[in-house]
């Protein structure tokens, strides 16, 4: 209506030439908002995401992958052939009425009773939409929601600009995030002894390395397989297995969403961008990757994957990690194990071996290969039904492992890129944001050589896997990783205080403090975080395991203290995306020499 109004308008004065090169314009203009408005909707609806630059730099390459375009596609084809037939059907009739339009006599005759009226109606109805959110169900995450695709991407341009200036709430939020204010790269721990710290580990005999076996699972709902429920542990064995002969952190969350945002937080050690996906909109930040650190020390580094790399661009970053990428076509979980075995028994043998398994068969709609039948209706069976099937890959890994030389010399990490929200925490997006529990909650596990089995309840981060690793092989190596290393406190955790955990996703913010939860939505604005308590033992529904737990439990909690997390939240999210901006996580290395 505020575009309508804008051109009823502009119709009243507009002569001569300019009059179809008007209509050109209100054609051109109403079929846009209508083709943005349907494509924001498909995106938010199934991905949790507002249809902005952002967003088109990560999936611009999204349907190189046909098989999880379909799966997309036909998992609600009714809905996608309705929003393109309202898009095609007002399209029409807006370029018809526009041609038709006599905007000659418009503009020639005096303005009617008529006209003032329709033209009063449009303003009026303009007016009272634009206004809504501030009197109809006001809540700020939904303001951001309804709001033209236009708007986010003038949001996004305006936030770029602003991160140029270093914030008022810089030191207060570097040192929420455990770094050094002072410092020029605040998170850069410099290794006086790298050198030789590279080469002693380079010279140890074979059976002194561990090879580092890394599953990184799609999908990975927490609550649903978090192993200190009992039934979990015959529905997955194999997960079961490892969780509980290891170190086992049931309450982990991911940096953000999606997947890239959970590789950013793996390989790289840090947190994603409070308001874009960072490895797409900074690709040039200077940084240091564990499997690179790896690679240093004379570690052979692959990945193997079934979902094709170009679909969420990260196909540039695998290349950079590891010596070996393999994709294999739309590949479900239990082939890309077996290809896992091939590769175990041709892999080089005078060098230790870091590999990343990532599965598949857990993403959405959760689809399995034909001869396993039809995807049941329910999502809460077809989610559990994925799950079984990626444990049984598991299984054959662990077998093939375990029938290997390297058997008793072998670091297992697995964790998950994201987590999925069922059909109920869905519509918790927008009281809470897109980075709740439903999107965040994952776990992590360690099981290796001198780690003895431990269940942490303690809440802790995806970007604790990289310096656990380094830790675990004693490796002291400069680097800008922002997690803690779980493996070299494994004997006294329960001692231990862990930092504030942090996610993003577009805009929005978790922190997970001690045994409490806080969203805010959206960070920009002045509106309050949201305080929950978190479920740190499974005390919630565990009889139904994908649906059983929906979110964190209400608490209140005294204003001041509400007040000062939230200006911790803020302080942390504009203190990072400076630094992001500046590229001050690790100098140059003719700087640093």
Same mark, same amino acid.
């Given at each position: 209506?505020?575009?309508?109004?804008?051109?009823?308008?502009?119709?009243? #004065?507009?002569?001569?030439?300019?009059?179809?090169?008007?209509?050109?314009?209100?054609?051109?203009?109403?079929?846009?908002?209508?083709?943005?408005?349907?494509?924001?909707?498909?995106?938010?609806?199934?991905?949790?995401?507002?249809?902005?630059?952002?967003?088109?730099?990560?999936?611009?390459?999204?349907?190189?992958?046909?098989?999880?375009?379909?799966?997309?596609?036909?998992?609600?084809?009714?809905?996608?052939?309705?929003?393109?037939? *309202?898009?095609?059907?007002?399209?029409?009739?807006?370029?018809?009425?526009?041609?038709?339009?006599?905007?000659?006599?418009?503009?020639?005759?005096? *303005?009617?009773?008529?006209?003032?009226?329709?033209?009063?109606?449009?303003?009026?109805?303009?007016?009272?939409?634009?206004?809504?959110?501030?009197?109809?169900?006001?809540?700020?995450?939904?303001?951001?929601?309804?709001?033209?695709?236009?708007?986010? #991407?003038?949001?996004?341009?305006?936030?770029? *600009?602003?991160?140029?200036?270093?914030?008022?709430?810089?030191?207060?939020?570097?040192?929420?995030?455990?770094?050094?204010?002072?410092?020029?790269?605040?998170?850069?721990?410099?290794?006086?002894?790298?050198?030789?710290?590279?080469?002693?580990?380079?010279?140890?005999?074979?059976?002194?390395?561990?090879?580092?076996?890394?599953?990184?699972?799609?999908?990975?709902?927490?609550?649903?397989?978090?192993?200190?429920?009992?039934?979990?542990?015959?529905?997955?064995?194999?997960?079961?297995?490892?969780?509980?002969?290891?170190?086992?952190?049931?309450?982990?969350?991911?940096?953000?969403?999606?997947?890239?945002?959970?590789?950013?937080?793996?390989?790289?050690?840090?947190?994603?961008?409070?308001?874009?996906?960072?490895?797409?909109?900074?690709?040039?930040?200077?940084?240091?990757?564990?499997?690179?650190?790896?690679?240093?020390?004379?570690?052979?580094?692959?990945?193997?994957?079934?979902?094709?790399?170009?679909?969420?661009?990260?196909?540039?970053?695998?290349?950079?990690?590891?010596?070996?990428?393999?994709?294999?076509?739309?590949?479900?979980?239990?082939?890309?194990?077996?290809?896992?075995?091939?590769?175990?028994?041709?892999?080089?043998?005078?060098?230790?071996?870091?590999?990343?398994?990532?599965?598949?068969?857990?993403?959405?709609?959760?689809?399995?290969?034909?001869?396993?039948?039809?995807?049941?209706?329910?999502?809460?069976?077809?989610?559990?039904?994925?799950?079984?099937?990626?444990?049984?890959?598991?299984?054959?890994?662990?077998?093939?492992?375990?029938?290997?030389?390297?058997?008793?010399?072998?670091? #297992?990490?697995?964790?998950?890129?994201?987590?999925?929200?069922?059909?109920?925490?869905?519509?918790?997006?927008?009281?809470?944001?897109?980075?709740?529990?439903?999107?965040?909650?994952?776990?992590?596990?360690?099981?290796?050589?001198?780690?003895?089995?431990?269940?942490?309840?303690?809440?802790?981060?995806?970007?604790? *896997?990289?310096?656990?690793?380094?830790?675990?092989?004693?490796?002291?190596?400069?680097?800008?990783?922002?997690?803690?290393?779980?493996?070299?406190?494994?004997?006294?955790?329960?001692?231990?205080?862990?930092?504030?955990?942090?996610?993003?996703?577009?805009?929005?913010?978790?922190?997970?403090?001690?045994?409490?939860?806080?969203?805010?939505?959206?960070?920009?604005?002045?509106?309050?975080?949201?305080?929950?308590?978190?479920?740190?033992?499974?005390?919630?529904?565990?009889?139904?395991?994908?649906?059983?737990?929906?979110?964190?439990?209400?608490?209140?909690?005294?204003?001041?203290?509400?007040?000062?997390?939230?200006?911790?939240?803020?302080?942390?999210?504009?203190?990072?995306?400076?630094?992001?901006?500046?590229?001050?996580?690790?100098?140059?290395?003719?700087?640093?020499?």
């Amino acid at each position: 209506m505020a575009l309508t109004t804008c051109f009823m308008l502009a119709s009243f #004065f507009v002569h001569g030439k300019c009059q179809p090169i008007l209509k050109i314009l209100i054609s051109t203009v109403g079929g846009l908002y209508l083709l943005t408005s349907g494509i924001d909707d498909e995106v938010q609806r199934w991905m949790f995401q507002k249809f902005t630059p952002s967003f088109i730099s990560v999936y611009i390459s999204a349907f190189t992958d046909a098989s999880i375009a379909w799966d997309v596609f036909s998992g609600d084809m009714l809905h996608f052939i309705l929003t393109i037939s *309202i898009i095609i059907f007002f399209s029409i009739i807006l370029i018809t009425f526009t041609y038709k339009a006599d905007l000659k006599k418009i503009s020639q005759k005096p *303005i009617t009773k008529k006209q003032f009226t329709i033209f009063g109606i449009s303003f009026l109805l303009f007016a009272i939409g634009c206004t809504s959110f501030w009197w109809y169900h006001p809540l700020p995450r939904r303001q951001v929601r309804i709001k033209p695709v236009a708007y986010t #991407f003038i949001s996004e341009l305006i936030n770029s *600009i602003e991160t140029m200036h270093v914030p008022d709430n810089y030191s207060e939020g570097v040192v929420a995030l455990g770094g050094n204010p002072d410092a020029e790269y605040p998170f850069w721990k410099k290794a006086d002894n790298e050198s030789e710290s590279l080469e002693a580990f380079r010279q140890k005999n074979l059976d002194e390395k561990p090879d580092i076996i890394l599953f990184t699972i799609e999908s990975l709902r927490g609550w649903t397989t978090d192993m200190r429920i009992g039934s979990n542990c015959k529905t997955f064995p194999h997960l079961c297995k490892l969780a509980l002969e290891g170190l086992y952190f049931p309450n982990t969350h991911s940096v953000g969403a999606p997947s890239i945002e959970g590789l950013l937080g793996i390989m790289e050690g840090i947190l994603s961008h409070p308001h874009v996906v960072f490895l797409n909109n900074y690709p040039n930040t200077r940084m240091r990757s564990l499997p690179e650190i790896l690679r240093e020390a004379g570690y052979y580094t692959e990945v193997l994957m079934g979902t094709d790399p170009r679909f969420a661009n990260e196909e540039v970053w695998f290349k950079q990690w590891f010596d070996q990428v393999e994709y294999i076509d739309n590949s479900n979980d239990v082939t890309l194990a077996n290809r896992f075995a091939e590769h175990l028994k041709n892999r080089p043998e005078d060098k230790p071996l870091f590999y990343h398994w990532m599965s598949r068969s857990m993403h959405v709609p959760f689809n399995l290969p034909k001869d396993m039948g039809p995807t049941p209706d329910d999502p809460a069976v077809a989610y559990m039904r994925a799950t079984a099937y990626m444990d049984s890959a598991l299984g054959i890994i662990l077998n093939a492992i375990e029938n290997s030389p390297r058997a008793n010399n072998t670091l #297992f990490v697995l964790t998950g890129d994201h987590s999925y929200p069922t059909g109920k925490q869905a519509p918790l997006a927008e009281k809470f944001g897109k980075i709740n529990d439903g999107r965040s909650w994952i776990s992590l596990l360690f099981k290796g050589q001198n780690i003895k089995p431990q269940i942490v309840p303690q809440q802790v981060s995806q970007s604790d *896997i990289a310096p656990s690793i380094l830790g675990y092989l004693n490796l002291d190596v400069s680097n800008h990783f922002m997690g803690i290393d779980l493996l070299s406190i494994r004997d006294n955790l329960s001692e231990e205080k862990f930092p504030p955990v942090y996610s993003f996703e577009y805009g929005d913010m978790g922190m997970w403090r001690d045994s409490m939860t806080y969203y805010i939505s959206p960070i920009k604005g002045d509106n309050q975080a949201i305080a929950l308590k978190s479920y740190l033992e499974p005390t919630w529904d565990t009889t139904q395991r994908v649906n059983g737990f929906t979110q964190a439990s209400p608490i209140d909690i005294p204003a001041e203290a509400l007040e000062e997390a939230t200006k911790t939240m803020r302080a942390v999210s504009d203190a990072w995306q400076y630094i992001i901006y500046k590229n001050k996580l690790m100098p140059s290395k003719e700087k640093d020499n």
